[in-house]
């Protein structure tokens, strides 16, 4: 048994609690609070729980933690260690730089189309013309002054005819226009809010890119669950037990002035994780790696 572990269990003794009551109290295992009174930490799920469970138990029988771990400091581990994060990785090009000659291709090829079946039209209603005009010549063989009336009726026929033509030209190059215009619109993709990717996912560790207007990372917990809320340089913004008295809770911290974000998850199955209240998918199932530590590089899309 270690000093600090003598010293928690003499506190425990002195109010009269049993570990089952101070399990109750502080909702960590038996077998934890065993662990620490004994400085067995390597039953521990990880280094960053043995000050997180200290530090309750030592709230638990009034001693101030601060204290306790200054005075203790060579006994206990670190709570984070920096080689946990995994190094910064190269940006892997994504699918908007991978297919932007094919979208172009895609955008000019329905216009090619259209082109090709107006002048399609036009030729055939031009042929269609021919031969209805030398159908009407054979079928009508009079004298020389009905000739010359057939011809004066032709000619009004074909002037008509053509001006036909020309207002269909017209009417067809005015939907030409208003198809192009249409599909131009459609064709314009509308841009998501944001955009979460993964880079690199390897056993229990993570790394993800977003790109959005801002960083807002929500911890949701469903059970009991021990969560740590960093920046890219080791600074914590929270860390701790996010369920009290059995009572779901949350956290909320904003990385919009950071370049990256930190989160090490101590139960993953317990832990929901929103960014700007879209909830993130695990890469790796929860139920296949409980403790999960989570890195995500920040891309602002508004400069």
């Keep these: 048994m270690t000093e600090l572990g003598n010293r ?39 280094s960053f729980y043995v000050r997180a469970f200290i530090k309750q138990y030592a709230e638990a029988v009034n001693i101030e933690p601060e204290e306790l771990f200054e005075q203790y400091k060579q006994e206990i581990p670190s709570t984070y260690n920096k080689e946990e994060i995994p190094e910064k990785l190269s940006r892997v090009q994504t699918r908007k730089d991978i297919s932007g000659s094919s979208s172009k291709i895609f955008e000019i090829l329905p216009k090619i189309i259209i082109s090709l079946f107006i002048i399609g039209a036009l030729v055939l209603i031009y042929y269609l013309l ?77 790394t993800f890119e977003l790109k959005a207007d801002q960083f807002v990372v929500k911890l949701v917990s469903t059970g009991e669950t021990w969560v740590n809320m960093l920046n890219g340089k080791g600074y914590s913004f929270f860390q701790g037990m996010l369920v009290k008295d059995g009572q779901e ?55």
């Design 8 to 46: 928690l269990k003499e506190a425990r003794l002195a109010k009269g609690m049993s570990l089952d009551d101070l399990q109750t109290v502080t909702k960590i295992q038996k077998r934890y609070l065993v662990g620490i009174e004994e400085g067995n930490y390597s039953i521990m799920p990880g």
């Design 130 to 206: 021919q031969q209805n005009a030398g159908d009407e010549a054979q079928d009508n063989p009079v004298d020389n002054n009905e000739n010359e009336q057939v011809e004066y009726k032709e000619s009004d026929n074909l002037a008509d005819k053509e001006d036909e033509e020309e207002t269909n030209e017209t009417t067809d190059s005015e939907t030409e226009q208003t198809t192009e215009e249409e599909e131009a619109t459609e064709q314009e993709p509308e841009l998501p809010a944001q955009q979460v990717n993964v880079v690199q996912s390897q056993g229990k560790e993570t």
């Design 249 to 303: 809770s949350e956290k909320v911290v904003d990385f919009s002035k950071e370049t990256e974000a930190v989160l090490v998850i101590g139960n993953s199955t317990n832990t929901e994780i929103y960014i700007n209240d879209v909830k993130l998918d695990y890469a790796v199932p929860p139920a296949d790696q409980v403790r999960q530590d989570i890195t995500i590089r920040f891309i602002p899309t508004n400069e």
